[in-house]
């Protein structure tokens, strides 16, 4: 079996959806392995446009099934509003969706201390920049292990008994942290989820044990991360992250299929630089070049509609995440935003303190400290939106490239220049 990974290498957002859609023909299964409804994912077919947040990019092809793993946390009025708008566009789901009875749910109460948290501010430190989609609060029950509700939870007798008894203790915690809302009615919540649980039957299945299964016949899995990964709870810019594993090692933990099965790994990252929420941007551009490259790439949250903080292409983070995933080969999404501007920088090495480094710090304290080393390119200063082969793009696009490679220390082997699928072109081992 060959088993390919798409991982996004920045702070998410890097149009891993979009690559993800490209390549699904190739795949009998695509699987999404960690992360929840904070994760939004824009995958442009001609002139329809299609927003996801739990469901993999891969459901837009009938002819693969796609898996929502133990990894990710589920919010179900968000993934039937996804489901609502497929349907809508003519997308069928009904055959070719799977749930995993494992994944957690996301409930009322999660939204609710998500929301609270996040307005009591961190001291001195800037907010971390929750969706306040109650992501955060899930993944804390799922490791508290006491108050936790898994999909598969919701359809055992005992639910209504462990809505109330999670009800009554959150209530409890909602108080304490200044709620002065309504308290949480129990049996309002388990009468529409369990609406919600009637509604998504039919998808809940044990995907674990389905894809171990699949890997034992041979077929080829194309698993899809949501965020990026400098947003990894354990190696991200802590605490400016997401809750789940967002890089490639939490593929295996997430989705259930050991890592062997893993045969090529791709990194996604923009040819400049975005972030979203709180926390250090060693090459933000807090300026008017900051508010052109935000205007030409659209940088808006595909969840929260938030503008995103643009700068430029940071190669030592890149170089990290590079690493830390495993990746065989680069994925240069965004080429065309860069192609209107004058002149390019790219941040080659980070001088903290004085003391020039190659390395990603550890701590974001260091990390504000950071002054970007950069290297100026010409800009090409040509549309490329039309180009198709790697071959006919302008000299100076190409060159970027190159340096992109040469200081990651990976090839690149997909370049986008435009939302559409016609605008992405491959090269070595994924040209066809």
Not at 124 to 136: A, D, F, K, P
Not at 276 to 292: A, S
């Amino acid at each position: 079996m060959a088993g390919t990974c798409v991982i996004g290498l920045q702070w998410g957002d890097e149009a891993k959806g979009k690559l993800v859609d490209l390549l699904t023909s190739r795949f009998d299964v695509v699987v999404r392995y960690q992360g929840g409804a904070n994760a939004g994912h824009t995958v442009v077919v001609g002139d329809k446009t299609y927003k996801l947040h739990h469901i993999p990019s891969g459901i837009l092809n009938a002819n693969v099934m796609n898996v929502v793993t133990p990894g990710v946390v589920i919010n179900p009025p968000t993934i039937l509003q996804e489901l609502d708008s497929l349907a809508s566009q003519g997308v069928k789901v009904a055959e070719n969706l799977m749930l995993s009875d494992r994944a957690h749910v996301v409930f009322p109460w999660h939204i609710a201390e998500d929301r609270l948290r996040n307005e009591g501010g961190s001291g001195e430190r800037e907010s971390i920049g929750t969706t306040m989609r109650g992501i955060g609060p899930c993944y804390g029950d799922k490791v508290g292990r006491m108050n936790a509700v898994r999909l598969g939870d919701m359809f055992r007798p005992d639910f209504r008994e462990r809505v109330n008894i999670i009800t009554a203790g959150k209530n409890r915690l909602l108080s304490a942290l200044g709620s002065t809302a309504d308290q949480l009615d129990a049996a309002a919540i388990f009468d529409q989820y369990s609406g919600y649980a009637a509604r998504l039957k039919p998808f809940v299945t044990d995907t674990t044990h389905y894809l171990l299964d699949q890997v034992e016949a041979g077929k080829k899995m194309l698993f899809e991360g949501a965020q990026g990964s400098l947003l990894d709870i354990d190696h991200g810019t802590f605490p400016y992250v997401t809750s789940s594993n967002a890089s490639g090692v939490g593929v295996s933990a997430g989705s259930g299929v050991p890592g062997k099965w893993i045969t090529k790994v791709l990194g996604v990252c923009k040819a400049y630089t975005t972030r979203v929420g709180g926390g250090p941007f060693p090459t933000e551009l807090n300026n008017e070049m900051g508010n052109k490259i935000r205007e030409l790439g659209r940088e808006y949250g595909t969840t929260t509609g938030r503008p995103r903080r643009c700068g430029w292409f940071d190669a030592v983070a890149v170089r990290y995440t590079s690493r830390l995933s495993g990746i065989d080969a680069i994925s240069l999404m965004m080429m065309d935003v860069l192609s209107l501007l004058p002149e390019i920088k790219i941040c080659t090495a980070y001088e903290i303190d004085g003391e020039r480094t190659n390395k990603f710090p550890s701590h974001v304290d260091d990390l504000r400290k950071v002054v970007p080393v950069y290297e100026t390119i010409p800009g090409w200063e040509t549309d490329v939106t039309k180009v198709r082969k790697i071959a006919d793009l302008p000299t100076g696009a190409r060159k970027y490239i190159d340096r992109v490679a040469e200081l990651v220390g990976k090839p690149v082997e997909v370049v986008s220049v435009g939302p559409d699928r016609a605008q992405t072109m491959f090269a070595g081992s994924l040209a066809q």
